[in-house]
């Protein structure tokens, strides 16, 4: 009888699984829906096994094989202890469940299980530190009220400031009028927006922001620098509790490495493996659990 493997990347947008052998040799691997366990313990329980049929599927196995496979799931909202708990309370059809955060699992794979650090910035933000067995984490608590140095922080403050050039306290720049042309220049159209705007709605001008700052805009370069102070605040956070190699992962930390001071910068390194190889490191190895580790 074979035994399988199973890691799991699963967020807000997309559940990715993939298959290995107790040899370490691939079976398959697949994507399907959302995977945060904030957002609803069925919902990530249906995508995850979704993405784990079809990733067999690709290797010649089927559901009846669901019972030799241990999974190791990195997933967002696992944070979140009374979700975690719901989760992880589900009936399922796997040998073993192994839950903790997707940035867990990065961690653990930019690493190759080994002591490191890793600073996540896309829409949102996050850092985390293992070493010695204990997580160390700075931030991560979710927009508006953390997730400095991410997309979604950026957007919300670029339209701030593009208010406050509508009303000509500040300068108007070319970043400025690129923005309102996404809302026909129309700041009630930009009011009504923002009642309903969700993270991911902000973070689609940080392109925008980047793009501008290499063209010289003040204001984008301004927000570039305010970012890049974010970021840093995270990564000194990080070093303070013993980090000295971190990985900065992310769309928005992987541009924003020119913009941090030369010291910070010397502690950045390159991940070797995904956060899917991290969760298949954890996979059947239950110390790995996020509640009942040491946490700080």
């Given amino acids: 009888m074979t035994l399988y493997y199973v890691g799991i990347d699963g967020g807000g947008t997309s559940c990715r699984a993939r298959i290995r052998d107790e040899q370490g040799n691939f079976i398959g691997e697949a994507k399907s829906g959302s995977a945060n366990i904030m957002l609803g313990a069925d919902v990530a329980m249906k995508s995850i096994v979704d993405a784990i049929t079809q990733a067999a599927l690709q290797g010649g196995l089927s559901s009846k094989d669901f019972s030799e496979m241990h999974i190791g799931l990195a997933l967002a909202g696992a944070e979140h202890k009374s979700s975690w708990q719901t989760f992880m309370a589900l009936p399922h059809p796997f040998a ?4 903790n955060t997707d940035a867990y699992g990065a961690c653990v794979g930019a690493h190759n299980g080994d002591d490191g650090a890793i600073m996540i910035a896309g829409t949102g933000s996050c ?17 508006p009220i953390s997730d400095q140095g991410g997309g979604a922080v950026m957007g919300l403050r670029l339209v701030q400031q593009v208010l406050l050039a509508e009303d000509g306290i500040i300068d108007k720049t070319p970043l400025c009028t690129h923005v309102m042309a996404h809302f026909n220049h129309d700041v009630d159209q930009v009011v009504e927006w923002s009642k309903t705007a969700l993270p991911r709605d902000y973070g689609q001008f940080s392109p925008a922001i980047f793009e501008h700052a290499a063209q010289g805009d003040s204001l984008a370069i301004s927000m570039l620098k305010q970012t890049a102070s974010d970021v840093e605040m995270f990564l000194l956070a990080l070093n303070r509790k013993g980090a000295t190699r971190i990985c900065l992962m992310g769309s928005i930390a992987e541009r924003i490495l020119k913009w941090l001071s030369p010291p910070v910068q010397n502690w950045v390194v390159e991940p070797q493996f995904d956060a899917i190889e991290g969760a298949l490191m954890f996979a059947g190895k239950p110390e790995h659990n996020l509640y009942g580790r040491n946490i700080s």
């Fill in 127 to 143: 850092g985390i530190y293992l070493t010695n067995g204990e997580q160390h984490v700075v931030g991560g608590r979710e927009f």
């Fill in 96 to 99: 073993s469940m192994v839950l």
